[in-house]
């Protein structure tokens, strides 16, 4: 059997980091972000990510060295109208029609926290350029201190493509080499499960081929099932807001509401259900990136406590589309 999942390494200038990781994200598009991010303080010990735009804007404020690595994402997120597929609303957080790639460049040049930084390349929603320009652009960033590493974020090359054409990627694979890491939006690399394993799997085989083995991030997918879906065909880092929308119990992503009526009872007060489900699912994803930890030891599936079996026809699945 083909293993695409495997210990990886995130290298920076003055550090490496094993993958996999899981990324808890924090954005303005969520409401009250910034008594999100401070509560998020007290639990939070590992990777995590924020916006150039939300740091440039102050929807979050200082110090962001309480945890890391840091990744420091294009802001391109939260000025577009479109929503990912976990959102509740298309409506944007009131996103500045000025941020540029001089604004991202800016926060770039002003970073001076010490935590380990992937710095994600610059996205606007209303601009579209071919990918041998989008890697181009990306190599033109300057880490701002001694360990950080840029990440090159593909998305669509024109306004009328909803997605990524990975053919069009995979011509120019030998050219990634400069990247710490590659970014996907689960959105945009397919128009369904199974074609978004198929997607991460063809990329995956293409760097093997050229000996790239650089780890491949899946922007927007946080959660109990589509994480591993995409982690079993070669993917690494996963981000995402659905750990602070929604409750994650046994494999499933719930209504929080619907979770905290049966775990912490009808007179607890909303913040007060929100805030114990955040450190909840933080811990639920802290487990499941154990699990993947455990899978890369024999391949065996059976070691997810959790969608098991489905993974494993997923993956056969996959294998019958990807050639080596």
């Known amino acids: 059997m083909l293993h695409l999942a495997e210990r990886r390494t995130l290298r920076l200038q003055a550090s490496s980091l094993r993958t996999p990781l899981v990324v808890p994200s924090f954005s303005s598009r969520i409401p009250d972000v910034e008594k999100v991010f401070t509560a998020s303080k007290e639990f939070l010990d590992g990777a995590f990510l924020v916006s150039a735009y939300d740091l440039a804007n102050r929807h979050l404020s200082p110090p962001y060295d309480f945890a890391g690595p840091l990744f420091l994402d294009s802001g391109g997120y939260e000025i577009a109208s479109e929503s990912d597929l976990s ?113 991460i799997a063809q990329l995956r085989v293409a760097l093997r081929k050229i000996d790239l083995n650089i780890p491949i991030h899946v922007f927007g997918s946080l959660d109990t099932i589509t994480t591993l879906f995409y982690f079993v065909v070669g993917a690494d880092i996963f981000d995402g807001l659905t750990w602070l929308r929604y409750a994650f119990k046994e494999g499933h992503t719930v209504y929080r509401q619907d979770y905290g009526i049966g775990e912490f009872g009808i007179a607890t007060k909303s913040p007060k259900v929100e805030a114990l489900c955040w450190a909840k699912n933080y811990h639920y994803i802290k487990d499941m990136e154990l699990e993947m930890r455990r899978f890369l030891n024999e391949h065996d599936f059976r070691v997810f406590r959790y969608h098991s079996e489905q993974l494993k026809a997923a993956y056969e699945s996959v294998q019958e589309e990807v050639t080596t």
């Not at 944007?92 to 002003?110: M, Q, Y």
Request: glycine content about 4%; overall charge negative.
């Open 87 to 199: 959102d509740v609303s298309s409506d944007p957080s009131g996103g500045l029609a000025d941020w540029n790639a001089d604004s991202h460049r800016a926060v770039i040049s002003d970073w001076a926290v010490a935590v380990p930084t992937v710095i994600v390349s610059y996205d606007h929603p209303s601009v579209r350029v071919p990918i041998p320009e989008q890697i181009d652009r990306a190599r033109t960033l300057v880490a701002p201190h001694s360990d950080c590493g840029i990440e090159l974020l593909i998305k669509p090359e024109t306004k009328d493509q909803k997605f990524v054409q990975i053919d069009a990627v995979l011509k120019y694979v030998r050219d990634l080499s400069p990247f710490c890491a590659i970014g996907v939006t689960e959105k945009e690399v397919g128009n369904s499960v199974l074609e978004r394993m198929i997607h």
